[in-house]
């Protein structure tokens, strides 16, 4: 017979930004699950009020519709997700920039979904507002926001890691501290299995249309995240276009990365990080996370195959050749 002293595995899930959060857990028998489920719904919905660009009453299009050059107020999870996405910007040299909000509906990505067509892509005006960086200012200790330009912001490439973590720091609150959540790919561990195993998280194989597993990482304290070209993407005269933009260029990603996967502290950074190395390239993107002692697998598409190039505390691990 159990006492109830000895840890239980618990299950949760629900809805939440167009996937499901899930929180798997041990912990002792007296808790009250019911409770947990809640506070679990309740941080994600924050997050998804907050950052969503498809809630039109959103805190995040209220700043969008603001004016240009007047302090915005705005919760303090929002405040704290901007400036992230502020230095994430400025450390990967711009690679990941919030404000392509505009380019993600023209391209049919966004809450409009318009259809693209060869002549939508030939009247595409040319991307010439400034970035976030140098357009947005966040002052984190009063939650407030000015924008010197018109911005359209999008949280679509942090906002998800984000609330991983306020899934997981909502555990926490209930003492919980051997658990591993998650919301679609993204996802956040802390201590070890009552047998002592680490956590194990499975790394999806970008194939386009196809859910099949490439490997499988083991996770302790700490997140995951992926950034890849399989999930979203439009077809126009026989080109593909994945959702993640190219602040430089105006336009969806062109190079041979499917995907890139990142192990850090925490999963906003994560998914943030993610962006940014798959926005960097082959090249870029590999020698960047090298030089910020970074861990992250980049998974290169060659032909029908699949080539992968492993950093590990900002050392080269492995290329494996296509298979």
């Avoid at 700043?63 to 007047?70: D, G, H, I, K, M």
């Avoid at 809450?111 to 200012?137: D, F, G, I, K, N």
């Avoid at 994945?242 to 996967?261: K, R, S, Y």
């Amino acid at each position: 017979m159990k006492t109830s002293t000895e840890l239980q595995r618990y299950s949760l899930n629900g809805e939440t930004m167009g996937n499901r959060y899930t929180a798997l857990f041990y912990a002792g028998a007296g808790i009250d699950t019911d409770e947990v489920g809640r506070h679990l719904a309740c941080a994600v919905a924050r997050v998804d009020q907050q950052m969503s660009t498809w809630k039109p009453d959103s805190d995040l299009n209220r700043l969008n519709a603001a004016p240009e050059q007047q302090w915005i107020s705005v919760p303090q999870e929002l405040a704290t997700v901007l400036s992230a996405a502020l230095r994430v910007s400025q450390q990967s040299g711009g690679a990941f920039d919030i404000a392509v909000g505009d380019l993600v509906n023209a391209w049919g990505f966004g809450p409009a979904e318009p259809t693209v067509t060869e002549q939508a892509l030939a009247t595409m005006p040319p991307r010439t507002r400034l970035s976030a960086s140098a357009a947005l200012v966040v002052d984190p200790l009063r939650n407030q926001v000015r924008k010197r330009a018109p911005l359209h912001l999008d949280l679509n490439g942090i906002a998800k890691g984000f609330g991983v973590d306020e899934l997981a720091r909502c555990l926490e609150g209930f003492g919980i501290t051997r658990y591993l959540v998650g919301i679609d790919g993204e996802m956040r561990a802390r201590g070890v299995k009552p047998d002592g195993q680490n956590w194990a998280v499975a790394v999806e194989k970008p194939d386009r249309g196809v859910r099949a597993v490439m490997g499988v990482m083991e996770l302790g304290d700490a997140a995951i995240a992926t950034s890849g070209d399989y999930r979203h993407w439009v077809d126009v005269a026989g080109q593909s276009y994945a959702h993640t933009m190219n602040p430089a260029t105006g336009a969806p990603l062109c190079n041979p990365l499917a995907a890139v996967t990142v192990v850090a502290a925490s999963c906003m950074l994560a998914d943030a990080w993610a962006t940014a190395l798959l926005v960097l390239g082959e090249t870029e993107g590999p020698r960047l996370a090298q030089e910020r002692g970074m861990d992250a697998l980049f998974v290169l598409r060659e032909g029908e195959k699949f080539k992968e190039i492993s950093i590990v505390g900002g050392q080269l691990q492995a290329q494996i050749e296509p298979r």
